[in-house]
């Protein structure tokens, strides 16, 4: 906050915005922003947020307002619109080009690290065992063992944090590169014979090489005590990683966590923000597992919303310069046209 008044810019924060966050209007003021009771969106001239704004809000925007925040371009068909219609400029984070310079503002990458590490939290509180071993004098409790289905930024802080707690963890990962920073820490790497058609997962495979992945990862599954699914397409619906009968074929109690759950989920009965049971085995949907740690997650966030700005701020004002190659490629709607393909 203070640095975006460092660099000229007035701020204006809606009465009681960051309590869930618990951070305090009186702090926000202290950074020198304006505390406001109404809603200043309309007023303003750059709108921040997580979420997408409302259509009624968006109708609010004069020419010219600048946008930012998470925004999937296939759910918000209407809302774009409305940006078109009313000559906003918006920016989506989850358009961030993937370029060395843009890393700094990369928030799925900073959510998906808070996600990835929660993830592991909610299955320890589920799984009706211990994730370490303990040796005691009744005996030898073995470690659960995890599987982690996904080995980009969610999934490596979720293997991290398996670890930490003493699981024995597994993981896979379509990019076999994957595999050295998998065993960094401690898991072990599923090399699967498969034959990926991209280098990574945010591309959409066959349906056959999605059904042969399937048939291998199966038995990993039915020996996990945990599964965590991390996969995800940006823009698409998730692959389905993990079927019914697999799930049958887990231990009851086992427990698995779909970070994808609110793209369609890696499991297909996933239902978001819901826990389903299949059979003996629970099934949490997740939904929007970063609102569960907002200190951190809103630090990180902050930082990635600032460093964006700081590409558009020019002599106290906001003008961003699609020539920009960052700003260009998150940038959804310009000059009263949508720039990006919808899907």
Not at 284 to 307: C, D, F, K, Q, T
Request: charged share 20%.
């Amino acid at each position: 906050m203070s640095s975006l008044v460092d660099a000229g810019l007035t701020v204006h924060v809606q009465e009681g915005a960051g309590r869930h966050a618990h951070a305090l209007d009186a702090a926000y003021r202290a950074a020198g922003a304006t505390v406001t009771p109404e809603d200043p969106t309309a007023q303003s001239d750059v709108v921040v947020s997580v979420q997408p704004l409302t259509v009624h809000q968006a109708g609010l925007l004069e020419p010219g307002t600048v946008t930012i925040s998470f925004l999937q371009p296939a759910n918000e068909r209407e809302l774009l619109g409305v940006y078109r219609d009313r000559g906003v400029t918006s920016f989506s984070f989850d358009l961030l080009p993937r370029v060395t310079r843009a890393q700094s503002a990369d928030a799925l990458s900073s959510q998906a690290l808070v996600a990835g590490y929660r993830a592991v939290l909610v299955a320890a509180e589920r799984l009706p065992r211990f994730l370490p071993m303990f040796t005691t004098a009744a005996g030898t409790v073995p470690p659960a063992k995890v599987l982690v289905l996904g080995a980009g930024v969610a999934g490596l802080q979720a293997i991290a944090t398996a670890r930490r707690l003493g699981a024995v963890v597994e993981a896979y990962d379509v990019r076999k590169a994957a595999g050295e920073e998998v065993r960094s820490l401690g898991a072990k790497f599923l090399e699967l014979d498969l034959e990926a058609q991209s280098g990574v997962y945010a591309s959409a495979q066959s349906e056959e090489f999605l059904e042969r992945q399937r048939e291998l990862i199966g038995r990993h599954v039915a020996a996990s005590d945990v599964v965590i699914t991390t996969a995800a397409i940006p823009g698409r619906r998730a692959p389905v990683l993990v079927t019914t009968d697999m799930l049958k074929a887990m231990a009851p109690g086992s427990v698995v966590v779909d970070l994808a759950a609110e793209s369609g989920g890696n499991y297909a009965g996933s239902v978001a923000g819901q826990e389903v049971w299949v059979g003996d085995v629970l099934v949490h949907g997740a939904l929007n597992l970063p609102s569960s740690m907002p200190v951190h997650a809103s630090r990180l966030y902050s930082r990635n919303v600032l460093n964006l700005l700081k590409l558009m701020v020019v002599d106290g004002s906001v003008r961003p310069d699609l020539g920009d190659e960052v700003l260009d490629g998150c940038c959804l709607t310009h000059d009263g046209r949508i720039r990006k393909e919808l899907p």
